[in-house]
């Protein structure tokens, strides 16, 4: 048994595979698929409080914690325009970090900035959930990922993952890859020489012995269980004729089907801009939008274990 009552989600470095593993069953017990009635989920957490300071945009991740918190009985409080708080006027951090935590119970962060949560935990005495940090991390969107592949491919040890777009700025893949690293599965790295994978990231598979690849383009004979597609991150360039000249390179078209029909399961943590066709939406291997409908079970279930209401 695992206990994660008061307990920090910022990094998923800071998460053994043993832990990935709870959360990911804890998860199953609120996912209809698995589970009929959800009616008894709204005690869980009734009369706790979901403090939730969103700095940056977000549709998917801040609506999932919102639903999820309400799902399990939780109040919700905070912001998702922070202009429209008494940052406006001046406020530091570290005071509206301070107040949020007299309020709340747990505290949901997103910052543009990287390191901001760890900052935030290192003020607030309730747990704090990193929803992502600049380029750093967006460790929920991992164990959604896992829990995803986990339920679709019904294991995780043997499988081999492709990882494809931005892979130099996107959070996403950065705690994806990392979190793979833990079992036995093969990562294979596509993108334009500019958004490759960082050093650091490479340097660690090494270090734990995990077999990789790597590719400029698309590889036609690709095998792999997943492709995981990802949004080239505007908003983290420096220049944006950079971005232009990258933005469109690893677009998946309609001659996308071909490696759906092949079995390949195509996941993206979404927004998808225009690197995925929608055309593929319909195609039973095509998974993104049952990937995001995965995040509110884990944050059913990782809310619940923090608050030390479910163990
Ligand atoms: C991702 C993010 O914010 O990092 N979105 C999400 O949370 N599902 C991916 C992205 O913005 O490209």
């Given at each position: 048994m695992q206990n994660f009552k008061g307990?920090?989600?910022?990094?998923?470095?800071?998460?053994s595979k043993e832990e990935l593993l709870f959360i990911l069953k804890t998860a199953k017990k609120f996912d209809p698929q698995f589970v009929?009635?959800?009616?008894?989920?709204?005690?869980?957490?009734?009369?706790k409080i979901a403090g939730l300071l969103f700095f940056e945009q977000s549709t998917r991740t801040e609506q999932s914690f919102r639903s999820a918190a309400q799902k399990i009985g939780m109040g919700i409080i905070g912001f998702?325009?922070?202009?429209?708080?008494s940052i406006h006027k001046g406020e530091s951090f570290s005071d509206t970090i301070r107040i949020m935590d007299s309020y709340a119970d747990c505290l949901i962060i997103r910052h543009p900035k990287a390191g901001a949560a760890k900052e935030a935990a290192e003020i607030a005495l309730i747990p704090v959930i990193n929803a992502g940090d600049g380029p750093n991390q967006h460790p929920t969107q991992t164990m959604l990922d896992l829990y995803t592949m986990l339920k679709e491919?019904?294991?995780?040890?043997g499988i081999t993952v492709a990882l494809m777009g931005?892979?130099?700025?996107?959070r996403t893949v950065h705690a994806l890859s990392l979190a793979l690293s833990l079992f036995k599965i093969k990562q294979i790295f596509i993108a334009h020489p500019t958004l490759a994978m960082p050093e650091e990231f490479l340097k660690i598979l090494v270090q734990r012995g995990v077999e990789y690849e790597q590719f400029d383009k698309l590889p036609d004979n690709l095998q792999a269980d997943f492709l995981y597609q990802t949004r080239v991150?505007?908003?983290?360039?420096?220049?944006l004729n950079e971005y232009k000249k990258v933005k469109d390179k690893f677009i998946l078209d309609a001659t996308f089907k071909k490696f759906l029909d092949r079995g390949i399961k195509l996941m993206h943590?979404?927004?998808?801009?225009?690197?995925?066709?929608?055309?593929?939406?319909?195609?039973?291997?095509?998974i993104y939008f049952a990937q995001a409908r995965n995040g509110l079970y884990v944050r059913e279930a990782l809310l619940g274990l923090i608050l030390g209401r479910l163990t």
């Amino acid at each position: 048994m695992q206990n994660f009552k008061g307990r920090d989600i910022i990094d998923i470095n800071d998460f053994s595979k043993e832990e990935l593993l709870f959360i990911l069953k804890t998860a199953k017990k609120f996912d209809p698929q698995f589970v009929k009635s959800d009616r008894s989920n709204y005690t869980i957490a009734q009369g706790k409080i979901a403090g939730l300071l969103f700095f940056e945009q977000s549709t998917r991740t801040e609506q999932s914690f919102r639903s999820a918190a309400q799902k399990i009985g939780m109040g919700i409080i905070g912001f998702n325009d922070p202009q429209s708080t008494s940052i406006h006027k001046g406020e530091s951090f570290s005071d509206t970090i301070r107040i949020m935590d007299s309020y709340a119970d747990c505290l949901i962060i997103r910052h543009p900035k990287a390191g901001a949560a760890k900052e935030a935990a290192e003020i607030a005495l309730i747990p704090v959930i990193n929803a992502g940090d600049g380029p750093n991390q967006h460790p929920t969107q991992t164990m959604l990922d896992l829990y995803t592949m986990l339920k679709e491919a019904g294991k995780l040890d043997g499988i081999t993952v492709a990882l494809m777009g931005d892979l130099k700025y996107g959070r996403t893949v950065h705690a994806l890859s990392l979190a793979l690293s833990l079992f036995k599965i093969k990562q294979i790295f596509i993108a334009h020489p500019t958004l490759a994978m960082p050093e650091e990231f490479l340097k660690i598979l090494v270090q734990r012995g995990v077999e990789y690849e790597q590719f400029d383009k698309l590889p036609d004979n690709l095998q792999a269980d997943f492709l995981y597609q990802t949004r080239v991150q505007k908003e983290r360039f420096q220049d944006l004729n950079e971005y232009k000249k990258v933005k469109d390179k690893f677009i998946l078209d309609a001659t996308f089907k071909k490696f759906l029909d092949r079995g390949i399961k195509l996941m993206h943590p979404l927004p998808r801009v225009n690197e995925i066709t929608p055309q593929l939406d319909t195609h039973p291997n095509a998974i993104y939008f049952a990937q995001a409908r995965n995040g509110l079970y884990v944050r059913e279930a990782l809310l619940g274990l923090i608050l030390g209401r479910l163990t």
